[in-house]
């Protein structure tokens, strides 16, 4: 028995230093970036993350957006975990909502989720406007507004996260709105040409959206 407790000794001392290496790596902080993303990579992740939203799979939901924030935004393992909890919160939230008073709860979720990825963004985030105009158009979404009214409300979140508001920025926002109309326009029905179709969509949207940054990193 004595001679046992050493190597068990040995044995718990070594999970400990693993343990404690996985927490660092972790909790340690990246330097995160919003505009390093790639656009088909992007196109492919937010495809996922609609499949899974439609068919109320949060888990996977939760998977997608960690590996969106973790290997296209840079986040640590730790803020990557705590940006897709705070998303499919929000998400999860608004699903079930009735009305704009009801959907008004999930203004908080998204101030977190926000203020989460305000690290990475190229200058300060206001990040309550960022939560607010967030809302605002997944709720005319709902209420039916045309894509290319909405999608003027996509493109101003993006242009409070990264400070720009020109004509890429603008057709990002629209692009990505008709990509969200031919979605709900399949509805039950949808394909996975239709999703293949959707995911080109949002490629061209994406593109649009790096051009948009990138000429802002130039001219920074």
């Given at each position: 028995?004595?001679?046992?407790?050493?190597?068990?000794?040995?044995?718990?001392?070594?999970?400990?230093?693993?343990?404690a290496?996985?927490?660092?790596?972790?909790?340690?902080?990246?330097?995160?970036?919003?505009?390093?993303?790639?656009?088909?990579?992007?196109?492919?992740?937010?495809?996922?993350?609609?499949?899974?939203?439609?068919?109320?799979?949060?888990?996977?939901?939760?998977?997608?957006?960690?590996?969106?924030?973790?290997?296209q935004?840079?986040f640590s393992?730790?803020?990557?975990?705590?940006?897709?909890?705070?998303?499919?919160?929000?998400?999860?939230?608004?699903?079930?909502?009735?009305?704009?008073?009801d959907?008004?709860?999930?203004?908080?979720?998204?101030?977190?989720?926000?203020?989460l990825m305000a690290?990475?963004?190229?200058?300060?985030?206001?990040i309550?406007?960022?939560?607010?105009?967030?809302?605002?158009?997944?709720?005319?979404?709902?209420?039916?507004?045309?894509?290319?009214s909405?999608?003027?409300?996509?493109?101003?979140?993006?242009s409070?996260?990264?400070g720009?508001?020109?004509?890429?920025?603008?057709?990002?926002?629209?692009?990505?709105?008709?990509?969200?109309?031919?979605?709900?326009?399949?509805?039950?029905?949808?394909?996975?040409?239709?999703?293949?179709?959707?995911?080109?969509?949002?490629?061209?949207?994406?593109?649009?959206?790096?051009r948009?940054?990138?000429?802002?990193?130039?001219?920074?």
């Amino acid at each position: 028995m004595s001679r046992k407790r050493p190597k068990l000794r040995r044995i718990v001392a070594a999970v400990l230093v693993v343990l404690a290496a996985l927490a660092a790596y972790a909790a340690i902080p990246r330097r995160a970036d919003l505009t390093a993303f790639d656009p088909a990579e992007t196109a492919r992740l937010e495809t996922l993350m609609w499949r899974h939203y439609y068919d109320k799979r949060f888990f996977a939901l939760f998977g997608d957006l960690y590996q969106l924030a973790r290997e296209q935004d840079g986040f640590s393992p730790l803020d990557s975990a705590r940006i897709a909890v705070a998303a499919a919160r929000a998400a999860q939230a608004f699903q079930p909502s009735m009305s704009r008073a009801d959907a008004q709860a999930v203004v908080p979720l998204l101030i977190d989720y926000f203020a989460l990825m305000a690290p990475g963004a190229p200058e300060p985030v206001d990040i309550v406007a960022a939560a607010r105009t967030e809302l605002e158009w997944w709720q005319a979404r709902r209420e039916s507004a045309k894509p290319e009214s909405y999608g003027l409300t996509i493109a101003r979140v993006s242009s409070l996260v990264y400070g720009v508001d020109d004509d890429d920025m603008r057709a990002f926002g629209i692009l990505r709105a008709q990509a969200m109309e031919f979605r709900d326009a399949r509805g039950k029905d949808i394909t996975e040409a239709d999703w293949a179709a959707i995911e080109q969509q949002l490629v061209a949207a994406y593109q649009h959206l790096k051009r948009a940054v990138s000429r802002r990193t130039k001219i920074g």
